[in-house]
Each structure stands twice: as C-alpha cells, then as structure tokens.
C-alpha cells in the first residue's frame, strides 16, 4: 500500500494506537494538539532531542525499518542515560519521502514501540509530514531524575578515575562489516558486530547506578572515544591520560580490523555510536562504584586518570609512549 | 563562510550562546547530553514537536532565514495555545545541506531567538546534522498549563457557540502572492499578507484568556478551517453547522482572491496556516468570552453551533443553501 493511499490522518491514526507503556501520568497523549503530563516536583525533568537523517546516520540498504526504529529510541535513551535520569515521554517527528510505503512505516514503528516498551518510555505524540528526497525521523525524549542528581560533563575533578561501561569499537567494526558484506568473517561474528551497529543498547540501568554512587562526569559515547573526553576535559576544564592497553576492544573487533587493514584503535577513539558510558570518579569511590556495577552485572574499565588542564589530552600508546589525543569523532560538516 | 570552515562544534558554540529567556528554571540547557529543569508538582507539562522541510513548510526562495526561525516558533507556540496553556523550554534539531552558509544559520537563529523571547520560550539544547538535500528544522516545545486547565478537542458539546479569534485566509494569500510575484496588488497589502504566511504568530495570550473562560475545546487553524472543524467534531463525537457569511474573511484576503480567479472561502476552509484559534462555547458562557477577550484587545466571532454528530459537518452558504463541509486541510500524503 502506497501512502497515499491511507492519506494522513489515516496514517497517524495507524501510528496513534497503543504506544502508552506507562498511561499513568499521561493525561492526554497523542491526538491533541500536546501532550499532558502530570509531573512530580521532586524530580528534574530531562529533555533531549536526536535527529536522524537517511543516509547520514542509517542507510536502508543494510538497516531495516525496524532496526532504524530501534536505534532511534536508543540514541536518545542514551543521551538521557548519561544524565544518569531515566526516560519517560517521547515525541517523534517523521519525515517521509513518497516512496515509502505503509509497510515500511509499520515496520519503523513496530521497532520504535518494541525500544519503548523495552525502555519505559510513552510515545505521546509527534508530527508527521513529507520529506521528498529521505526519511528524516526526530525523537524528542524527556525523562527524569531526583533533583540533585543529573550527572554533568563538567563535574570532572583532576586525579578522577577515567572508566568506560564496556567494549568499543562494535559498532564501528559493524558499520564496516555493512559496507564490506564480501570480507571473510565468521557469520555469527559479523551478525554480532552488525547488530551492535544496527541495534545499539543504551546503557540505561548503568546510568542509574553510576549517578548514584556519585560519579563526577557522565557522557555517552555517540561521537568516538576522544571527543566524547574532549567533551568531558572542555566542560570540566581538565586535562585526561588514557592508556591504550587498558582501553576495552573486542577481540572480534581486533579480529574484523586486522581483514580490513585497520588500527582498530582508531575505530574505538573516531568511530561513533558505541553507545556506552564514559564517566570519572574520585579515587576513592572507584573501588565501590566497581562492586556496584559488578554486582548488577554490569561491566566497567579503568582507562586513564583526570590530570589538570595544562597537560592536554594525552594517550599513552601500547609501547609506552606518550601522544596528543587525537580527538577525531564524527563531525558532519568537517571538511 | 561555509559550515565545514567552522566544524560542528564551532557551530553549536556559535548557536549555544544567549538561548536563555527564562534562565530561573534552567538547572541546565544547551551544552549537555539533555537539558535539567525544575518543575513544579501542581503543573501540567505540555510537549509538542512541528518538523519544517525545506520545499515543504517553507521556501528560500521568498521566506528568509529569519523569517523561517520565526515561524518554526510560532507553529510549535500555536500549538502550546491551543491547548490553553504557555511554553516553556524547546530543543531544536536542524539537518543542514552543504551548502549552508553560517550566516544563513546566524539569521534562522537570530529569527528563532527573537520568537523564543517574545514568547518567553527557552532553547535548552539541540541537535545539529547533516541534511545533504534540504534544510530540515525541528522543533520540539515543553510548555506547561494549571493541572486540570487543558483546553482539548474532545470537549465541545451540542448547543455550544463556534469561534475563531481572527480573520482568516491571510497567510493563504500571502503564499498565492508568493508564488505569483506580479499579481497587480497593492505593495502595503501585499506585504502585509506576505508576512501574515511567512512570519505567522501565535495567539499565546488568546489560549490563556479562553483556558480561564473555561471553553469546552480548542485548536489552532493549522491546517485550514474545514480540517480543524473536523478534527474538534471527531474528537468530541459531535457535527457542526457553520455560515459562510459569519466566516470572518479580511477585505484584502477576498481582493487578493478576486484577482486570482479564486473563491476565498476555499482559501479560508482549505488554506493551512492562519494560526488563529477555533473554540467552543456553551451559550452561556458566550457572551462573558466575548467580553474577556474584547477586554483584553483579541477579536473573536462567532462562526456557528455544534449540532448532534448524525448531523454531520455542514457549511450553510452566503445564499442559504446548506451544503457539506469539505474538509479538505493540508494532507501531506493525499493522492
């Protein structure tokens, strides 16, 4: 079925149903002109916004409807993670070019409800119109935290503990293995790394940990490793050392850079959309922040130490030697 | 300058500063993963989301930069009115083509930081992406409204009065005068009706008036009257009977239309984009509504009745003759 044919109304009236995963505080949600929220005044509300553009952020040669749905909940779930908040309420604009059919917007939804539900989070309303040459879909999420407790990228303190939430590098492997089908990986490897590209998870119940056991700094890792910590160092006014020996790779990741001819360090610090945390913490909290997250099964490495601001952003290499970070992550207008 | 000589991150620098028209409830805003805001518990919080595409919503060709940031404010505002509330804080996701100049940027900013503050909307953060056809803009709006004060369209009643608070059409005919640049028109009118498409305003102090007054529904004329009658009709389960000659249509809307071969009323039931208001009143209540607003400097007439659903949707024409009302709004899919 063409989209014409279901017309818009017909449309958003398909999208409309049954995207409430907690009706409680929603006294009006989509079909109104806004949506009505019944807010607690202990809490901080959190809103972010994520815009994703065909071609740019997702390609339907190697994504599926779905999987577009799917990543488009978890980047901004992300963002709201590395508040250390959780998700609540979201909006989503779509733009859609005219060849789309009703399937494909079926599908697109179907993976946006399934990361809803998963996640917590009431779609509760949005905006639809046409967008003649890509799909454009934007997701505004808003979420909260106890009041106090938003974990800032500015928080960093010099002598801080460095640490990520997990393994580096998938996605970017993934992305790889997407524009490279014909290299020769293991299937059930390259269907791993792809999906850690395709379907990224937000590191939502870590957030939560992390804030709190009182985490200086908190940043998710959308952009590469080195700008998310020239994120951190900018904001706090620091400087950061990280060994490269200690930063997490997956051998699998390792495995697919060696076939293609690549450092997969440079994967790790440039390549986007790993999706996991990067935080600091004071000396002395490290050692109970890594029982908390143990125990809750969730995992975190040491990568380095805040240093002050003069020193720069350093990365020790595997031989030991010392070299600016090159904080290279995604830029979409660099030249 | 092009946008690959400044980088995204000169880039939001540049669009970060000076976004702040209410900074009190700002905890934080631009410049983290997402935006921290203190809320206050007796509050509803409203969230609306409007996605403008270039070709679409808008054209370089006759609006400017400004003009564009303008009415990406008023649309989302229009909305926060409609359901008889203020807003508050918005995000802001905009896909940018190549060939965007900063400057270009600096002047959809400049347009957008003059609405938010005359609205008293804060921009608390944002997106900025690749778009490589199209500007797209997005923009999402928080807003909040007295807990049990929304004003939705499911609340009009059988018997209630029909009112819209301006004359409508204008923005119909500033677009015709557009798109037909050489339409022997007087240059004042023609500005004046231009302006009334490209930099539209909402009716913020209108929605709170009515909120008050207690009206039973309300939306804003986004999408042509006819559309909007329809969808207050569906909502609330109910029919309506309009009149052409109560139809409040500008002298230089029907002068515009005369030169231009059209009916007007076709302008007014089908042209989007008056962003005025259409509410229901008990006819008790009719007459303090019409002092309220005469009281405050807003206008508004009364266009009909809310007539039992089996009714249907009914326009009587200026000769009596009592005809179905085409509801034929802005379809973005239609065939």
Redesign the interface.
């Known amino acids: 079925m ?8 017909g ?1 958003i009236k398909r999208l409309s149903g049954d995207l409430l995963s907690r009706p409680a505080e929603v ?2 949600g989509a ?23 065909e ?3 997702f390609s339907l040669e190697w994504a599926s409807p779905v999987q577009v749905g799917i990543k488009t909940v978890a980047v901004n779930v992300s ?2 993670a ?2 250390g ?1 959780w998700p609540a ?1 979201a ?6 070019p ?1 060849r789309s059919t009703v399937e494909e917007i079926d599908e697109l939804y179907r993976g946006i409800r399934q990361a809803a539900g998963e996640y917590g989070v009431n779609i ?11 799909l ?1 879909i ?1 997701l ?4 909260y ?1 106890e ?1 106090g407790r ?1 974990v ?3 928080g960093a303190g010099v002598g801080d503990r460095i640490y990520v939430t997990g393994g580096l590098g998938a996605s970017a492997a993934g992305l790889f293995l997407c524009r490279h089908p014909a290299l020769p990986v293991d299937p059930a490897v390259a269907t791993c790394l792809r999906r850690a590209h395709l379907e990224p998870r937000a590191r939502l119940a870590a957030g939560r940990l992390l804030s709190a056991a009182g985490v200086t700094a908190m ?2 890792i959308s952009d590469g490793l080195a700008g998310e910590l020239m994120e951190i160092c900018r ?1 706090s006014g620091v400087g950061c050392l990280v060994r490269e020996e200690a930063i997490p790779v997956d051998p699998r990741v390792r495995a697919v850079a060696d076939l293609a001819g690549v450092d997969p360090l440079q994967w790790v610090l440039s390549g986007g959309e790993d999706f996991e945390l990067l935080f600091t913490v004071p000396p002395g909290l490290a050692g109970p922040v890594e029982v908390k997250l143990a125990a809750a099964g969730e995992n975190c490495y040491c990568i380095g130490e805040v240093i002050p601001s003069g020193s720069g952003l350093l990365l020790e290499r595997a031989g030991g030697r010392v070299v600016p970070l090159q904080a290279r992550g995604y ?5």
Request: without cysteine.
């Open positions: 063409k989209l014409h044919e279901l017309g818009e109304f449309l006294i009006r079909g109104d002109d806004a949506a009505v929220l019944q807010l607690d005044g202990s809490l901080w509300t959190l809103l972010t916004t994520d815009m994703l553009v071609g740019v952020h963002d709201i590395a508040m908040g309420h909006v989503i604009s779509l733009g859609l005219e509760v309303g949005g905006d639809t119109v046409k967008s003649p040459d890509r454009v934007n505004t999420l808003l979420g935290v009041a938003a800032f990228r500015s940043d998710d904001a830029d979409h207008f660099a030249g």
